[in-house]
């Protein structure tokens, strides 16, 4: 169904609540790639066949071969980009890509090695930056960017749905041009971005139950769409894990299950509103052999200034609150998932 001049939504895959990525195209002939979308991010990388077969995390994966695209064009900068956890090395290439219907003549990187922590865990291909132009490596426009100067979409906005429950599908959605009413209930909320040129909002406080436990003086809130958790600074989180009787162990926080339904609600206030997240929320319970873990979605994580301290709000939150990225506006839209 073309939702606005040629658009379609775009299904996203949810792999255990962790990892929600989408498919696109690059080259002719269409060679096919799952990426996650990254409002956190401003470029697009895949792996590429020219990778070195050392690298496991690029063997295991789609690689783009140049060789096989007839709209290939060459380019051969040098790229590399390093994550919270992991580094991606490689080189530029230009070439068709289609995501969500629409072609764009876009620079990516072809990934010629990629770190095996955390890429080897990845059930994705690559990574497409949904984030602005002054984030993007090497002065590359952004794919959205590419999509916006087109003039194809009615608003030039996307939307992003995660699904909280790994058996629905579509595990997700990415609309390019508008919102899926089929995802929310209600009406949006806005709120400014803070700076121009990052999916960052001000946030109010954090408050634990109907206590106000951080940022009561205010501070950053990065909505990310290509983080799984929610991360915020090592203190804070920490001192919010022992409130709810949390250990930390070397996969991150775990409580015990049978205290799950007596921990209290986490609420984020942006924009004279609150969002509150319910254990259900922000408690991924997964069986195991030796008995179920209840693992909580948040990690202690210090961005040094001038970004940080910030609490990066990722799929745990994304998945609640459906989320409207306006760059019309520079502002992000909430409305309560379905
Ligand atoms: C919702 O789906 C999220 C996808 C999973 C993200 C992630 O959990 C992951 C897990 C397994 C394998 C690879 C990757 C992964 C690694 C790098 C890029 C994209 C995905 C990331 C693990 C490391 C910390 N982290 C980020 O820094 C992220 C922060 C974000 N902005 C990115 O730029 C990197 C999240």
Redesign the pocket.
């Known amino acids: 169904d073309d939702r606005n001049n040629g658009t379609v939504p775009t299904p996203l895959t949810n792999y255990l609540d962790?990892?929600?990525?989408g498919e696109i195209s690059i080259g002719f002939p269409a060679q096919m790639f799952n990426v996650?979308f990254?409002?956190?991010?401003a470029n697009l990388w895949v792996p590429s066949q020219k990778c070195s077969p050392f690298s496991t995390a690029c063997f295991t994966h789609n690689r783009y071969d140049a060789s096989k695209s007839q709209t290939y064009v060459e380019n051969g900068t040098g790229f590399s980009i390093q994550?919270?956890?992991?580094n991606v090395r490689g080189f530029l290439s230009e070439d068709v890509v289609v995501v969500g219907g629409i072609p764009v003549v876009q620079v990516f990187a072809e990934a010629t090695s990629l770190s095996a922590m955390?890429?080897i865990?990845?059930k994705?291909d690559g990574?497409l930056g949904m984030g602005y132009p002054n984030m993007a490596i090497d002065g590359i426009t952004p794919v959205f960017d590419r999509i916006m100067s087109q003039h194809v979409l009615e608003e030039e906005v996307f939307s992003v749905y995660?699904s909280r429950d790994p058996k629905r599908s579509p595990g997700g959605e990415l609309v390019l041009g508008g919102t899926d009413p089929n995802y929310y209930t209600g009406s949006f909320n806005h709120i400014d971005t803070r700076e121009l040129g990052k999916w960052e909002v001000t946030m109010k406080g954090v408050s634990v139950g109907r206590e106000m436990m951080f940022c009561a003086e205010g501070c950053t809130a990065v909505i990310?769409?290509?983080?799984?958790y929610i991360t915020g600074p090592a203190s804070s989180v920490s001192s919010l894990m022992k409130t709810i009787g949390a250990q930390l162990d070397e996969s991150g926080y775990k409580v015990n299950c049978d205290s799950v339904k007596a921990l209290p609600r986490i609420t984020f206030h942006m924009g004279g509103q609150e969002y509150s997240l319910t254990q259900e929320d922000y408690i991924l319970w997964q069986s195991q052999i030796q008995g179920d873990v209840c693992i909580v979605t948040f990690r202690g994580l210090d961005v040094p200034p001038p970004t940080g301290p910030v609490w990066i709000l990722?799929?745990t939150f994304i998945a609640r609150y459906y989320t409207e990225f306006d760059r019309r506006n520079n502002r992000i839209g909430f409305a309560t998932a379905k």
């Open positions: 962790t990892q929600y990525f996650v990254d409002t956190g991010s994550y919270a956890s992991g955390p890429f865990f990845a994705f990574v995660y990310d769409t290509g983080s799984s990722g799929a």
